[in-house]
């Protein structure tokens, strides 16, 4: 026997176009397959057990899963579960690929010119202890399994092609031993991309990286925000848990259950009870069941029994391992999504089906008519003993439309771009050496499989359909996902159905692309099925988490005052702006009326009328005191001091006008300032009256020269000293901090308040301290002269004003501090209208009487009689 297989060699030789032909070793219906001895000195103990093999110059090997286990239950017993081997239908196309593959590259003249390429197949055992079985008789070409002896002379094997990574580890562990290119056509294993621990072994699917994204998007999409989770329980399964739960809580999916299954949990029954109760118990509608082909063919088949229906099933890859023998089993696990990778059509692939590979008119006992014919004699339950017993012409065109996938599968498609990059990878190789000069001999140079690495992390090409095929770990793409649907209706005539896809390349927010009118729900639904744990918080509601719970269970409580929630599950509510309030339902904000004292409004009307009338009236005892003038009784209250009181009524008066209408900062600015200056005027003129009274009583001393002018004087000056201090405080007032127009939007519901800001408290404090220090100066003063005799003394009338005065404005503090608005400013006007009519009312309408009413009494006679008869009487 030979050495050890550390290597494997070839010699190009010339290649000639040829019809690749296909040796197949045995009928498809066994397990193993009788043994063909391919060593050229005949020795017995070299045997192969491939599938079928085709001859070359250089050879890839292929361990495709061509058998698998179905579970099974007990008619008689249902609790009781066997297993049965059965063919896997699906996994014929796999065959078919690397067929094609490999006879487009022999026909072409611009690939590989002088070599030709061939293939061995070998089924993939399915018990990990049988394992690496046939890779050993691979290496060794023995049935012995010792992979230190090569039974072939001239070994021609180049590259293997592997499935899922639970084949993949072992095999790549394996063959990084002899550094023989393994390339995997499964979905993308991260462990196999662990750097240095599998430097041999290439994978042609795209990474998954994306995947949980394009799930989650979905999820989002039709607003699934509770689901369940089933994944198998190795490396590749909790990497994509973690990925999947930080999608998940980016955006505010939660997972109703996780459970990860192992390959012996699916065979112990009491597991099924535990699953069957969790999937009845919880309220999600939909489930991820995500895993690698075996995985999910297992699950399916164990559970098939109870995937009841109303759940929607999302899965990672087209299921298309399902058996012959429980192909109607989709009857239960109807409509599902899934996410398999994009890829276009190959086109050739559908024709060489049709034209080359399955014709019927065919002479050769080839491959694909053995295969079909073994499976329509599966299907019919038929003694398969004799395959001619088995009609091939009439069961074709059924088995190839609702059986054979005509499009390429996403396995299918990774094994036609690995056989061409090798193609590629040989023939760049090939060119390198073509400039090296021969061997000293004379022999064309020998080249070893270890030397393709080199070339194979630097292969980059496009592929006959337009997609670029990198084989560089850190250049190769995220993948992008067809999401497809399978029908089964009418029952057990399948069709995968197209219904969307995801870029991960696209914009955000234009990633996913759903054809809706396209997708059939499962059995019992009618309409987009509804997954969430608590129903939507609508408008007006916002979430409140539920301790101990999951994010996603919550309750709805209302939006608090002036915040609102305009859509649905919102975590906060929005406060709104300042000029806005919240509506009723507390869904929108709605802006705010302003608000003032306007003269177009009932009380506007009625306070500028009331105003207009009492200025009016008081013009009229001006204009009846400057008329009557030369009388005693107008004589004898200075006149000039009554006309000063009369005029500075009229202004106050007038000045309540500047409170109505909508502030501007003029109108701030003269509101206070001019309220305070004219009624400081009256009130001194008021002060002055009385003091006048006090004087003219009191003074007896000094000659009549000086009493006049005390009399005279005293007053005259008191008026223009009192308001002089009053207009100083509202010059520094002004100088600080002026008056300003400010806003109020708290005060009432639905109106912005507009007011004059006083700007500085202080400063208008002072003023109106000032004006009450004057006012009760005036009044006790008044009070204390209240009982002095005279035929027309005031000192009553005054001390009578003044107690009017100082109740209006006592009485107007905590009126006008309790309310707000436009009331806040009627009670200010008001209060000066009453104040400043107290004091006409009070001091002038005795007067107005006698001169009007009486004039008999406006006399000297009846002066002098009235004194007469007060000193007899005093």
Known sequence: MEGAVGVSQWHPGNKEPRKLKIHLDTPLTQQYLHVVSSSEDGRLICREKSVAHSRGDVVIAGFFPLYSWEFVRNINDPGEQQQSLQMNLWKYQLLLTLVLAVEEINKNAHLLPNMTMGFEIYNENFKDADMLENPLIWLSGMNTNSPNYNCRRDSKALAVLTGTSTISVPIGTLLDLYKLPQFTFGIFDPLLNVHGKFSTVYQMAAKDSALALAMVSLMLHFSWTWVGLFTNEDDYGVWFLSELREELYKNGVCLAFENMITYHTLSDLSNDLSIHRQLMDSSTNVIIIYGDSKFLLSFTLKFGHFLITGKVWVMNSHYDDLTIGRYFLLDSFHAPLIFSHHHRNTSGFTNYILTDTLSKNSGDYSLPKSWIQSVYCLLIKSDCRDLGHCSYNATLDWLLRHIFDMTMSEESYNIYNAV????????????????????????????????????????????????????????????????????????????????????????????????????????????????????????????????????????????????????????????????????????????????????????????????????????????????????????????????????????????????????????????????????????????????????????????????????????????????????????????????????????EHGHVIILCNMGSLTAFHCVLGYLGTLALASFMVAFMVRNLPDTFNEAKFLTFSMLVFCSVWLTFLPVYHSTKGKVMVAVQVFSILTSSAGLLGCIFAPKCYIILIRPERNSLSRIRERSRSGRNKH
């Open 420 to 747: 061409y990059a090798l193609a590629h990878a040989l023939h760049q190789m090939f060119l390198h050496h073509m400039e090296e000069p021969p061997l000293h001999n004379g022999k064309p140079r020998a080249f070893i499989s270890s030397q393709l690495h080199h070339f194979l992390k630097k292969i980059q090409f496009i592929n006959l359909v337009g997609d670029q095929v990198v084989l560089n770990e850190e250049r190769k793409l995220e993948a992008e996902y067809d999401i497809m649907s399978f029908w089964n209706f009418p029952k057990g005539l399948g069709q995968t159905v197209k219904v969307g896809k995801f870029s991960p390349f696209r914009p955000h927010g234009q990633q996913l692309i759903l054809f809706e009118n396209l997708i059939e729900w499962p059995i019992g639904i009618t309409k987009t099925p509804q997954s969430v744990c608590s129903e939507s918080c609508g408008p007006g509601f916002r979430k409140a988490s539920l301790e101990g719970n999951a994010t996603c269970c919550f309750d709805c409580t209302p939006c608090p005052d002036n915040e609102i929630s305009n859509m649905t599950d919102m975590e906060q509510c929005v406060r709104c702006t300042d000029h806005q309030f919240a509506s009723t339902q507390r869904n929108q904000c709605l802006m705010k009326t302003e608000s003032f004292l306007a003269y177009e409004d009932p009380l506007g009307m009625a306070l500028v009328c009331m105003a207009l009338c009492c200025s009016a009236f008081t013009a009229a005892v001006l204009w009846v005191f400057i008329k009557h003038q030369d009388t005693p009784i107008v004589k004898a209250n200075n006149w000039v001091l009554s006309y000063i009181l009369l005029i500075s009524l009229i202004c106050c008066f007038l000045c309540s006008l500047l409170f109505l209408g909508r502030p501007h900062t003029v109108t701030c600015i003269l509101q206070h300032t001019t309220f305070g200056v004219v009624f400081t005027m009256a009130i001194s003129t008021v002060l002055a009256k009385t003091i006048t009274v006090v004087l003219a009583f009191t003074l007896t001393a000094p000659g009549r020269r000086a009493r006049k002018m005390l009399v005279s004087w005293v007053p005259n000056l008191l008026i223009p000293i009192c308001t002089l201090i009053q207009v100083i405080l509202c010059g520094l007032w002004l100088v600080t901090t002026p008056p300003f127009v400010d806003t109020d939007v708290h005060s």
